[in-house]
């Protein structure tokens, strides 16, 4: 197996939304905890290991108005970011030989 | 696009931390006798009743301080212009490329003064004006005029290229004028505005022993509508001085920080030369670490047991609510020194946590531990609104 490029949302991890749109991402098991922005709320509930960063961009493109071109590239930042910190995964794309 | 805010961090070992600010609290006494004050110093109309900090010690403090990283010095009170040498202590600041916090009830600055200030390049002013009427204000200030002035010590200093931050602070006496505020700083000319909670310590204990302080639970919705419909709809920076765990994580993420302490980097200088943890160690003893003539600052910042003991406990030994909020690391107990004054523990939880915490409104959002687990559970789709 290998990892892919479908990031997976660690499920331990919680999200708890907040009055202005914002959210806490809270690992239970760590402690660990990030704030996010009402973009990155949405980003999070598409971290299902099937959609990938690519399709991700895109449907961030669609649902918000005026998205930079960098999106794609913030996109994969703000998720490596994540997964840096143990909230995120990618799902396995096959068997390793 | 999207912004990340780690609440969470590993900050290691405890170092010696530069010391960037010194507080100089220049006078003992006071041109006006507020009904909130946390210091409650005496009544002193013209500045020569009670001890104001020499201008040597002065210089000799922040001479002791630049090679410990010194940037900055904020001048308080009492009243800082009701020092006798205000301007040569301005000028000093100045010429050592300092950055300048002054914070005043403008009833002693004159155009004279605000072009002084002016002068230093690295300046923040704020003036204290708590109620958009003379009888709201005076009331609160305890001295008939001082709304008037106040008011034209702002025009001053806009007048002079240092548009001055308004602190208010709010109390049953200024409640419904928190809009009007922002109405009236916006028409002065002001920076920004900034909404004071009071602290139940001095003259603000009283306030809150008589019912004339507002209620946490009012303080947070206050917060919130501050944040959602007044910051939105003025040009000006609306700060509202709550603990991080009740500010907007959109407003931490742009670096709205302003009003939180970062006790780990400042020393209080009072009027008398001593050192001291900030202003309140004029009524807490063990908070007062030496005197510029008898002690060389870098020893007292090095080694005074209370400052060690800080840095190695600090976010860690908090207690209570503290303990389990995801903002400690920001927050670092929000007021160490209210804390003690009222504890005697200087890893106190703050109060204002506590007693929100136990009427159930602290946001469940911010908190970690067992009582996040709990706020989780109730949650039960694993999803918690604060």
Redesign the interface.
């Given at each position: 197996m290998k990892l892919g490029d479908r990031p997976l949302a660690n499920p331990d991890v919680?999200?708890?939304?907040?009055?202005?749109d914002?959210?806490?991402l809270?690992d239970?098991e760590t402690?660990?905890?990030?704030?996010?922005?009402p973009?990155?709320v949405f980003?999070w509930r598409l971290l299902d290991g099937r959609n990938s960063v690519e399709q991700i961009a895109a449907r961030v493109a669609d649902g918000f108005d005026e998205?930079?071109g960098?999106?794609p590239e913030?996109?994969r930042?703000?998720v490596e970011?994540?997964a840096a910190?143990g909230f995120v995964g990618f799902a396995a794309t096959g068997a390793t030989p | 696009m999207m912004p990340t805010l780690t609440t969470s961090t590993d900050r290691g070992e405890a170092r010696l931390p530069r010391l960037e600010q010194i507080y100089f609290y220049l006078t003992a006494g006071c041109n006006l006798a507020c009904r909130h004050c946390w210091l409650a110093p005496k009544f002193d109309p013209d500045g020569s009743r009670y001890p104001t900090l020499p201008v040597a010690l002065f210089e000799r403090a922040i001479a002791e301080a630049l090679p410990l990283g010194l940037t900055g010095v904020k001048l308080t009170g009492g009243e800082p212009l009701l020092h006798p040498r205000i301007e040569e202590l301005l000028a000093i600041v100045g010429e050592r490329d300092l950055a300048l916090t002054l914070e005043s009830n403008g009833l002693l600055c004159t155009p004279r003064l605000a072009a002084a200030i002016a002068q230093i390049p690295k300046r923040a002013v704020a003036i204290s004006i708590d109620g958009v009427d003379a009888a709201t204000h005076d009331g609160v200030r305890g001295v008939a005029g001082s709304f008037d002035r106040a008011v034209q010590a702002v025009r001053d200093l806009v007048a002079a290229d240092t548009p001055p931050q308004i602190i208010m602070s709010i109390m049953r006496y200024n409640l419904d004028q928190v809009d009007a505020m922002v109405r009236l700083a916006e028409k002065l000319g002001a920076s920004s505005v900034k909404f004071n909670l009071v602290q139940p310590a001095a003259r603000g204990q009283a306030l809150y022993d008589t019912e004339r302080a507002v209620s946490v639970a009012n303080m947070i919705a206050l917060g919130r509508r501050v944040a959602t419909e007044l910051a939105p709809a003025t040009r000006l920076r609306l700060d509202f001085d709550l603990p991080p765990a009740f500010r907007p994580l959109s407003a931490v993420a742009r670096g709205d920080g302003r009003g939180i302490c970062n006790i780990t980097a400042i020393i209080g200088v009072l009027p008398t030369g001593h050192y001291a943890l900030c202003g309140i160690g004029e009524h807490i003893p063990e908070l007062v670490f030496g005197q510029i003539e008898a002690d060389p600052l870098a020893r007292v910042w090095r080694d005074n047991e209370v400052l060690r003991t800080l840095r190695a406990g600090l976010p860690d030994r908090l207690e209570g609510v503290c303990a389990d909020c995801l903002m400690r690391h920001r927050c670092l107990g929000s007021c160490v020194a209210q804390n003690f004054y009222e504890h005697k523990n200087l890893f106190a939880p703050f109060w204002f946590c506590e007693r929100a915490c136990k009427d159930g409104i602290f946001p469940q959002s911010r908190l970690a531990g067992r009582r996040a687990q709990a706020a989780d559970s109730a949650a039960g789709a694993g999803e918690a609104k604060s």
């Open positions: 919680v999200l708890r939304e907040e009055y202005d914002w959210a806490v809270f239970p402690a660990n905890a990030v704030g996010i922005n973009v990155g980003i998205v930079p960098s999106a913030e996109v930042a703000f970011r994540l910190g | -």
